[in-house]
């Protein structure tokens, strides 16, 4: 869903799901003689969330326009959260 509140900006928002796993290994040393290895993965869950973008434009070029936006998102599952920011200029084609 997106909406352009003046001719530059455009503001949308959406809903996310998805699962992800998470896995680790590596060893740890107390001291030379004594070294311990471990592994192990954390189970997979289903994660809800929603997301926002925020783009305003930055230049109006003769097949599109270009556009700097802000992606803000989070997940939540039973495990945890997850935020990102992902920031970025693009390039929209007309």
Not at 29 to 55: I, K, P, Q
Request: hydrophobic residues 40%.
């Amino acid at each position: 869903m997106r909406f352009h509140p003046t001719e530059s900006l455009t503001i949308g928002a959406g809903a996310t799901f998805g699962d992800a796993t998470f896995g680790v290994n590596g060893y740890v040393s107390a001291s030379r003689d004594d070294r311990r290895a471990g592994d192990g993965t954390l189970s997979e869950e289903v994660a809800v969330g929603g997301g926002l973008e925020l783009a305003v434009r930055l230049a109006e070029l003769s097949r599109g326009e270009s556009v700097a936006n802000a992606l803000p998102f989070f997940f939540a599952g039973p495990n945890g959260s997850a935020y990102g920011l992902p920031v970025g200029v693009a390039y929209r084609f007309q």
